[in-house]
């Protein structure tokens, strides 16, 4: 909370906190690493977004391989992130996209591509230091 207001940090902190409890039942004793991942859709400073997912045994088993098997365990927990729960700025989760969009007109930060580019780069830079979205 800022100022009396919800804005976009507060909103994931809080979402991102309920996205386990929704992993599914059968699945919860075996995940062995939970995944988290900040990042843009189609890599567009605007759009940010958190994925928080997991790795199941299952999974590894199914990946492991007999002359590397850990490779399976660690390197596989930072790619299996794709189907997983997504929150942010983006067409999913219509209630982090508001809150975004009111932060960053709160903030004067807005930016629709159109400018120079010292200005863009700017703004980019602003939105990445306070949202999370570089």
């Not at 599914?24 to 988290?36: G, M, W």
């Not at 982090?96 to 932060?103: H, I, P, R, S, V």
């Not at 703004?123 to 230091?129: D, F, K, Q, S, V």
């Amino acid at each position: 909370m800022t100022d009396g207001r919800r804005d976009f940090r507060a909103y994931l902190q809080k979402a991102a906190g309920g996205v386990p409890e929704r992993f599914p039942a059968e699945l919860r004793p075996e995940i062995y690493t939970l995944s988290f991942r900040t990042w843009r859709v189609d890599d567009d400073d605007r759009r940010p977004y958190a994925a928080i997912g997991y790795n199941p045994e299952i999974q590894y088993e199914a990946e492991r391989r007999p002359e590397v098997p850990d490779e399976a365990r660690w390197n596989h927990a930072w790619r299996l992130l794709d189907g997983f729960e997504m929150l942010g700025n983006r067409p999913g989760d219509p209630a982090g996209g508001a809150l975004y969009a009111e932060e960053v007109r709160r903030l004067g930060l807005r930016f629709d591509g159109d400018g120079d580019g010292a200005e863009l780069d700017a703004a980019r830079e602003l939105l990445g230091l306070r949202l999370g979205a570089g």
